[in-house]
């Protein structure tokens, strides 16, 4: 990089609005500032230098979901800026950053584009504004004489050319506009374009110069592997290093919070090599005497009690059920699931007595920074944070309870080396955090015109935000947020509802996954209308579209109905459909399965996806394809169980996920309904697992509950 990060880390003065651009140091300070280094920074986006250059510092985190390129897209499209010659670099934490309505940096919950494409555009199309006024005061003409392509200002009438970095010092000064026109859709150059990952992204992962969390090396870092117990809730009561502490490279071995051994050696396999050695006593506790089952049965219980928590109840729900035609109903349950990103959780920290600096892959840049200062008793402003590309997450790098970065801290704290802590792998499939076991019963009723008429269900399973910072917004009456998603809120017209749901406390750590409540309700929801269609003696299709209240959702199904010929559908196979919306985006799919041998493979993928408008239809083509792979190998495969205490699972041998031999042929739709801007990254995810579930029934006339499927 020709740019380094400690150069953008200057400018302090900076207003707290994204939305506004007004987020500039006054111009006593910037003409300062300028002087020093000749360049402009008007914002906290945004740099351009004599030599053109121009790099963009974003505040997302890069976890393979497209938001570097996608965010690039943005600033240059408006600022006019040609698109291979802008870099990026992740921002340091400041409140300029963070996302609206949160008050902290993150990642997640698919609101990337969302929550910042507008204010990012603001920002180009203010530096645009001002290079025009620029330079049409220097050739002497009218702005409206003046245009801008590929990082030059052009006179249109004797095509003169001046480069951004030429009019630096002409600028540099110039108030910042905050009422800057916006593009119209008719004059983007590269938004609503399929545009492949920004040059710089791809040369970076291809020739290895990316840095990850676990690429980070400082200088006399030395590196640290954990003891760490394997039944949950277990706690330390005797160890003995002796012989650890003996073998080569070994520094230091001390025990931390959350009943941990760190070892630190001068090297990795040394560190871990040592760990292997430190015999520990284990109070185990009484959670070592329950399994997956035992978990399973308690909750059945709760799913029959009549007083569990109520999420939403309207109309008369038990009158419905006598009246109705026909009524359906159902229990699922699905398993523990764990994230399983390709780069193992690691954390890099050097605590320099009254300052210190933390470097990983983290969704939750501000709660990491502030945690650090915490623990290390450093004043926030003295803790220098530098985010890396993630290698994946799936919500595992923004854990609520934060376990593997208060691990690297308390390992570096007061040591006089930096340290980066690694998780084995085993460690995270092990350890949690985990996607809940979830418990979940439902009943449809239907009239003779086969409209639903009642809906009643109840979801049990562990709570996301409880005992955690997200508590205090997102868990409510004995209800978590995440047991709301998608099935409080479900797309039909249903007049009379009870559902309810129950959050249970066990030792075993969860967290969000990928498409986080979404997991769950959409397969409840879209399976027992699949169960209702049948009931009703109508098509899967006509059926959701006679129930369905959002036109968005018919044009949907409308779409995917005609590109998998789905009312000619042959019957060698299985056909399953399945709608969900998450995140402000809708995806619909047909999926075709084949059943051979007590097996299954899903063949064929047709989808359609309306996110409102999509910024860049290559990445959403690329997030739904991702989506349906992903989603099949935690549909067919992946479970956590436990077994006296523990988790059963270790790595990708005995916890599987999806195979290249897995993937189907997927066909993606996109429909820009203009509707209000969604997500992309997770909306994909959710209505896969109940179109696969649906397409099995299609093909064995059995309807599949229990998650992962397995025939036979």
Same mark, same amino acid.
């Given at each position: 990089? #020709? ?35 000749? +360049?402009?920074?008007?914002?906290? !986006?945004?740099?351009? =230098? ?68 507008? #204010? ?23 702005? !409206? ?33 905050? *009422? ?63 012989? @650890? ?71 008369? %729900? ?38 210190? !600096? ?9 709660? %990491? ?8 008793? &450093? =004043? ?38 930096? &340290? ?8 995270? /499939? ?20 086969? +409209? +639903? ?23 409510? *009456? ?15 017209? /249903?007049?009379?509802? =009870? ?33 209702? @269609?049948?009931? @009703? ?9 006679k129930n369905l209240k959002d036109e968005r959702f018919v044009n949907l ?30 995806v619909a799919y047909v999926i075709k399965v084949k059943v051979e041998n ?43 169980? /436990? ?27 996109? +429909? ?7 997500? /992309? ?7 896969? !697992? ?8 299609? @093909? ?13």
């Amino acid at each position: 990089m #020709s740019i380094s990060r400690r150069e953008f880390v200057k400018n302090t003065s900076l207003a707290t609005s994204a939305f506004v651009i007004g987020f500039y140091a006054p111009i006593k300070a910037r003409a300062k500032q300028v002087e020093k280094d000749n +360049i402009l920074e008007p914002n906290a !986006f945004i740099k351009i =230098d004599k030599d053109n250059t121009i790099t963009f510092l974003i505040g997302q985190a890069e976890m393979g979901q497209g938001v570097y390129s996608t965010m690039s897209m943005c600033i240059a499209d408006e600022l006019d800026a040609a698109w291979e010659d802008i870099k990026f670099l992740p921002a340091p934490v400041k409140p300029i950053y963070n996302r609206p309505g949160m008050g902290i940096m993150l990642t997640g919950g698919s609101g990337s584009i969302t929550n910042h494409q507008e #204010s990012i555009r603001k920002v180009g199309a203010a530096v645009r504004l001002m290079l025009k006024k620029a330079a049409s005061k220097k050739w002497k003409v009218r702005v !409206f004489d003046v245009t801008t392509k590929d990082s030059y200002v052009i006179n249109k009438r004797t095509k003169e050319k001046l480069s951004y970095g030429s009019l630096v010092e002409d600028i540099k000064l110039m108030k910042v506009p905050n *009422d800057v026109t916006l593009k119209k859709e008719s004059e983007y150059n590269l938004i609503g374009k399929p545009m492949k990952r920004h040059p710089k992204e791809v040369d970076e992962k291809i020739t290895g110069e990316a840095k990850f969390g676990i690429d980070v090396r400082v200088d006399d870092m030395k590196y640290a592997a954990l003891v760490q117990p394997r039944v949950f809730g277990a706690k330390i009561k005797s160890y003995d290093d002796s012989k @650890a502490r003996k073998m080569d490279g070994v520094l230091k071995i001390k025990q931390i919070p959350n009943e941990k051994i760190a070892v630190i050696a001068k090297h990795w396999w040394q560190a871990k090599k040592a760990s292997e050695q430190i015999k520990v006593v284990w109070d185990e506790g009484e959670f070592a005497k329950m399994s997956s089952e035992d978990i399973s049965n308690e909750y059945e219980k709760i799913l029959n009690k009549d007083d569990n928590p109520i999420m939403r109840q309207d109309g008369n %729900v038990e009158k419905a059920f006598e009246k109705a035609y026909k009524v359906v109903e159902a229990k699922y349950e699905f398993p523990y699931l764990a994230h399983a990103m390709m780069e193992p959780l690691n954390c890099t920290v050097h605590h320099n007595k009254n300052r210190a !600096f933390i470097s990983l892959g983290s969704q939750f840049q501000t709660n %990491v920074r502030n945690l650090c200062s915490e623990i290390l008793g &450093v =004043d926030k402003d003295k803790v220098e944070y530098y985010n890396n590309y993630l290698g994946s997450s799936f919500g595992r790098r923004g854990p609520s309870n934060f376990d593997y970065v208060k691990d690297a801290i308390y390992v570096a704290k007061d040591e006089k080396w930096p &340290v980066q802590t690694l998780w084995l792998r085993e460690d995270d /499939i092990k350890m949690g955090n985990y996607r809940p076991l979830t418990k979940a019963k439902v009943k449809l009723s239907i009239d003779k015109e086969g +409209i +639903i008429t009642g809906f009643k269900g109840t979801i049990v399973n562990q709570s996301l935000a409880k005992g955690t910072i997200f508590e205090p917004f997102m868990f409510k *009456d004995g209800i978590d947020a995440t047991q709301r998603e998608g099935f409080e809120n479900y797309p039909y017209k /249903i007049v009379n509802n =009870d559902l309810r749901a129950f959050c249970p406390e066990y030792p075993v750590p969860v967290l969000w996954l990928r498409s986080v409540g979404h997991t769950v309700s959409a397969p409840v929801v879209d399976c027992i209308i699949d169960q209702a @269609a049948v009931a @009703a003696n109508m098509d899967p299709i006509d059926f959701r579209i006679k129930n369905l209240k959002d036109e968005r959702f018919v044009n949907l199904l409308k779409y995917v109905a005609k590109q998998s010929d789905w009312y000619n559908r042959k019957k060698d196979s299985g056909y399953g459909v399945a709608i969900a919306e998450s995140f402000g985006s809708i995806v619909a799919y047909v999926i075709k399965v084949k059943v051979e041998n007590n097996d299954y493979k899903v063949e064929n993928v047709w989808s359609a996806v309306d996110c409102g408008y999509a910024f860049n239809p290559l990445n959403v083509e690329n997030q739904i394809l991702s989506s349906v792979n992903f989603a099949i190998g935690y549909t067919k495969y992946a479970q956590i169980t /436990i077994k006296n205490g523990k988790a059963e699972q270790n790595n990708f041998y005995d916890y599987e996920v999806n195979r290249i031999g897995d993937t189907p042929n997927i066909n993606v739709g996109i +429909i820009n309904s203009g509707a209000k801007l969604g997500g /992309i990254g997770e909306p994909g995810v959710p209505p896969v !697992f109940p179109a696969i579930a649906n397409a099995l029934y299609d @093909a064995t006339k059995k309807r599949y509950t229990t998650y992962p499927i397995k025939l036979g």
